[in-house]
């Protein structure tokens, strides 16, 4: 039941979204759908430790509700002048 709810939330715009934002490598990544505020920062810190792992940098965090488009948005321009490249996945991120 939880699962369908959210489900219509996200379909709506309604859901709880965690937006991560890095400046090294400079992307923007979304986690959820959550039914719930406190579900998203319950969840946020393991997509927190993911990042630092793979060393990312300046790390800022939004929750907010939203229809995100895509799930991880690259700017490719700042990766050409970044000497630490592209990530290529993370661990807790459902593409």
């Not at 996200?10 to 505020?37: H, K, N, S, V």
């Not at 393991?46 to 700017?75: H, M, S």
């Amino acid at each position: 039941m939880k699962e369908q709810l959210t489900a219509i939330l996200d379909a709506l715009g309604l859901a709880f979204w965690i937006e991560i934002l890095t400046e090294q490598p400079r992307c923007t990544y979304f986690f959820g759908p959550f039914l719930t505020r406190g579900e998203a920062e319950a969840s946020q810190s393991g997509y927190l430790e993911d990042l630092e792992v793979e060393g990312a940098t300046e790390i800022r965090v939004n929750i907010k509700r939203c229809k995100p488009e895509n799930l991880t948005i690259f700017d490719e321009e700042a990766d050409r002048r970044s000497p630490l490249g592209r990530f290529t996945s993370l661990s807790g991120q459902t593409l």
